[in-house]
């Protein structure tokens, strides 16, 4: 059984940024593709962006154009999500997910285990 921790959400002006970690704890890190996705209020929730088992192969959605970066330490056992350029669009309950499998994909119910979300809020 993963658990999966999420943190470093919080309140910030459009434009700014933000770094997002996701800490796992109860299984073998590294045999996890990872990933992120956000909800925003009414809406369904969409992927944002993921990360392979090793950290080399990333793939995110659309509307990221470059302003998001995924990374993982495996060591730490920890992906991270670095948002920068922040839209107000872009509030949403972030959340991190683990899929047994070596690439991530974009479906939400391919994911094995979620973490409880965090909180971005961007202001105008």
């Known amino acids: 059984q993963v658990q999966l921790v999420e943190s470093g959400g919080g309140l910030v002006q459009a434009g700014g940024s933000l770094r997002l970690a996701c800490a796992a704890s109860?299984?073998?890190?590294?045999?996890?593709?990872m990933a992120w996705f956000r909800q925003a209020p009414g809406k369904e929730r969409e992927f944002v962006g993921g990360?392979?088992?090793?950290?080399?192969?990333?793939n995110y959605a659309d509307f990221v154009k470059g302003r998001f970066t995924i990374s993982r330490d495996n060591a730490k056992n920890t992906v991270y999500l670095r948002l920068n350029s922040l839209k107000p669009e872009d509030t949403a309950v972030y959340y991190c997910?683990?899929?047994?499998?070596?690439?991530?994909?974009?479906?939400?119910?391919?994911?094995?285990?979620w973490g409880q979300g965090t909180q971005v809020t961007v202001s105008s």
């Open positions: 109860g299984g073998i890190f590294s045999n996890y593709a």
């Open positions: 990360i392979s088992r090793n950290g080399i192969s990333t």
């Open positions: 997910a683990a899929d047994w499998t070596y690439y991530s994909t974009t479906t939400p119910q391919r994911y094995d285990y």
